[in-house]
C-alpha cells in the first residue's frame, strides 16, 4: 500500500472518531488542507463517499460506516507494530549480533562483551567468529571487527588500536641459536609461518625499513592458520615468528618472550570497529559501540618504544 493512501486512512479512521477533519488533521500533525485533499484522494480511489460533510458537522455515510468497520483492526494492528519497531529501536535489549576474527575476540574483544552484558542484562550476544570478512548485510551482522586493513566501502569503521607485527623468540631458543641482528639474517633461522584462513597462502613477514613497509617471505618449519598456535610453537622455543601485538605483548610483558629486530617494528595495521549505519541504530548497538570505545584500553595490546627497548636486552632462558 502506497504511504499517501496509508495516511489518507489514517485521516479518516481519526475524522470519525473525532467528528472533525481539523482535528483529526491536528492530531496526524498535517495541515486541514492536506487533510481534505487526503479524505478527498481516498473517496476518489475507493469510487464512494464516506462522510456527509457540511461546515459544522461530519457524519459517516453507510459506505464510510463499513469501511471504518473493515479498516480500523488493521490500521490498530499496523500502529501496534510500528509502535512495536519504535520500542525495539529504543531499548537497549535484545540479539546483538557481532562478528570478529577468532584471535582478537577472545584476549580483547569478549572481557568487553563480559561488561556490557553485565551492564545490560536483556542483551543476547550472538557471536560469530570468522577471521574473514562476509557480507555482513546478509549475515545480519550489528557490529563487526577487522583486524588488518580498513573494511570495504559499504560500511563505516572506526579504528581502535594499531596491530604491531613483532619479531619475537622465547629466552630459551635466543641461548639455543642465538638472535638474528638483521631481517637478511633471519634466513639461517628456524621461523614460523601463518597461512591466511581465507586465502590459505603463507603470508610474508613485514617490516619498517626507512619509513616504508617492506614484506619479506621466510622459510618456515612451523606453518599454522591458527594465531594461538603459532604462540605455543614460538614460547615453546621451536621457531622466531613474527606475532602481531596483541599476541606478543602480554608474553613480552612476562617475560616468556623476547622481541627481535625491535627497530623494524610496524604498526601500519588495526583493529577496525565496523556497522552499516550511523542512522536508525538501534539503541543497544549505540550501547555497544560507545561501551567498546570507552573501555578497551589500547596501552594493553601495545608495545611502547620503551618496553621493547627493555624487553630486547640480553636475559637467561626461564627454568
Not at 582478537?104 to 562483551?113: A, E, F, S, T
Not at 618456515?220 to 621451536?238: R, Y
Request: glycine letters at 8%.
Amino acid at each position: 500500500m502506497a504511504f499517501n493512501e496509508l495516511r489518507a486512512i489514517a485521516v479518516f479512521t481519526q475524522a470519525a472518531e473525532l467528528g472533525s477533519l481539523r482535528q483529526a488533521a491536528v492530531s496526524q500533525g498535517i495541515t486541514p488542507q492536506a487533510a481534505s485533499q487526503a479524505l478527498t484522494q481516498l473517496e476518489a480511489h475507493l469510487g464512494v463517499r464516506l462522510f456527509h460533510r457540511t461546515t459544522r458537522r461530519l457524519s459517516l455515510t453507510e459506505e464510510g460506516q463499513r469501511f471504518l468497520t473493515a479498516a480500523a483492526p488493521g490500521l490498530q494492528s499496523l500502529q501496534r507494530a510500528l509502535h512495536g519497531a519504535r520500542q525495539g529501536r529504543d531499548a537497549i535489549a535484545g540479539p546483538l549480533r557481532i562478528a570478529a576474527p577468532r584471535s582478537i575476540m577472545l584476549p580483547v574483544l569478549w572481557p568487553l562483551i563480559e561488561a556490557f552484558c553485565a551492564r545490560h542484562p536483556d542483551i543476547e550476544p550472538d557471536v560469530q567468529l570468522d577471521d574473514r570478512i562476509g557480507d555482513w548485510v546478509q549475515e545480519r551482522v550489528d557490529v563487526g571487527f577487522r583486524a588488518g586493513s580498513p573494511p570495504a566501502e559499504g560500511v563505516i569503521a572506526r579504528h581502535l588500536l594499531p596491530l604491531q607485527l613483532v619479531v619475537c623468540a622465547s629466552p630459551d631458543y635466543i641461548a639455543r641459536h642465538g638472535a638474528p641482528r638483521s631481517i637478511d639474517e633471519l634466513a639461517r633461522h628456524r621461523c614460523s609461518g601463518f597461512r591466511h584462513p581465507s586465502t590459505g597462502k603463507v603470508m610474508a613477514w613485514e617490516f619498517a625499513v626507512g619509513g616504508e613497509i617492506v614484506a619479506r617471505d621466510v622459510a618456515s618449519v612451523v606453518v599454522t592458520n591458527d594465531v594461538e598456535l603459532e604462540a605455543n610453537a614460538v614460547v615453546a622455543g621451536q621457531c622466531i615468528g613474527q606475532l602481531v601485538g596483541v599476541t606478543a605483548a602480554p608474553l613480552v610483558r612476562a617475560g616468556r618472550l623476547v622481541p627481535l629486530l625491535t627497530a623494524h617494528v610496524t604498526d601500519h595495521l588495526g583493529l577496525y570497529l565496523y556497522y552499516g549505519s550511523r542512522v536508525a541504530q538501534p539503541a543497544r548497538v549505540r550501547a555497544f559501540i560507545d561501551l567498546i570505545v570507552e573501555q578497551l584500553d589500547v596501552s594493553q595490546w601495545v608495545l611502547s618504544p620503551q618496553e621493547l627497548a627493555a624487553a630486547a636486552k640480553p636475559r637467561k632462558p626461564r627454568r
